[in-house]
């Protein structure tokens, strides 16, 4: 102790200790900004022309890019993972603070991505880099045509309004369920009987939620799945919606989805989540 008291009784020994701290604080903050985070995956289908882009299309690429005429920071050829199916699977690398590398990200920050053939640009969009970690989804075009780009194949409208004059949001059976929630889960637009509900029944052993689960088929579902998650909330104000466990990302099997909470398990909000992906 006294070395050092002596050490720090000197202006000039002062000046040193203050320079050496400054240089480990700028030392300390570049070496920040190389730290990796977990890369950030942007994935989807692909449809050009009506014509959906499959993994043997190993000619189709997909590129991020900082503007639409720059180098790609990642890349993926179609078919490059066989466990990504008829997926594209593009993994954007992520770093904290100002990136220091050209093939880096940041939280926040705008790409393009890029449809590619060999020669010419098929499609782009933009997306928003978010948190680390995040998988995101991004599909371009449709393999279900859409021509007045409502969310709602042309074929399932005529199908179900005779038309193309029911926009996604319309709600023709008054029901509360708006055209294109309707469409993800298989009800009928028309009929303000059929709808997803669920239901609650008290029983000895505890209580039963359920509702009925139904198949993607018919006009309108070429190539998709429908797929359901039941969830639950304590607090329909502050709290997050969790799944429920061994009832999330179930495949639809015409039957019925069913959870028993047993006595004593603290009072829950529920409900159900539909949505439909590609067949795998």
């Known amino acids: 102790m006294k070395h050092i008291s002596k050490l720090l009784s000197s202006g000039r020994a002062l000046a040193v200790v203050a320079a050496l701290l400054s240089m ?4 300390n903050f570049k070496a920040s900004a190389l730290i990796r985070e977990p890369d950030n995956v942007i994935y989807g289908m692909i449809s050009i022309r009506g014509q959906a882009i499959t993994a043997q299309d190993f000619m189709i690429t997909v590129e991020a890019r900082r503007s639409l005429n720059g180098p790609a920071i990642a890349q993926y050829q179609m078919g490059e993972l066989a466990g990504a199916g008829d997926f594209y699977s ?7 603070l100002t990136p220091t590398s050209a093939a880096s990200t940041g939280t926040g920050e705008t790409v393009f991505i890029v449809v590619m053939d060999a020669e010419d640009m098929l499609d782009s969009k933009t997306i928003q880099i978010g948190a680390r970690g995040k998988f995101t989804r991004l599909d371009f075009g449709s393999a279900l045509p859409d021509s007045d780009n409502d969310g709602l194949p042309d074929a399932w409208e005529n199908a179900v309004f005779g038309n193309l004059d029911q926009g996604r949001d319309g709600d023709l059976d008054r029901d509360g369920t708006g055209n294109f929630a309707e469409y993800l889960a298989g009800t009928s637009p ?3 009987a059929d709808s997803l509900r669920l239901t609650i029944k008290s029983e000895a052993t505890g209580q039963v939620v359920s509702f009925r689960s139904r198949p993607a088929s018919g006009i309108g579902y070429l190539g998709l799945q429908r797929r359901y998650s039941l969830e ?10 969790s799944g429920v466990e061994g009832s999330t990302n179930l495949v639809a099997d015409s039957g019925e989805i069913r959870h028993r909470a047993a006595v004593g398990t603290p009072d829950r909000f529920y409900r159900a989540r539909v949505w439909l992906q590609a067949l795998p």
């Open 24 to 27: 480990a604080c700028l030392w």
């Open 90 to 96: 593009l993994r954007i690398p992520l770093e904290s």
């Open 232 to 241: 639950y909330n304590t607090n329909l104000v502050t709290a997050m919606w």
């Open 190 to 192: 028309t009929d303000p």
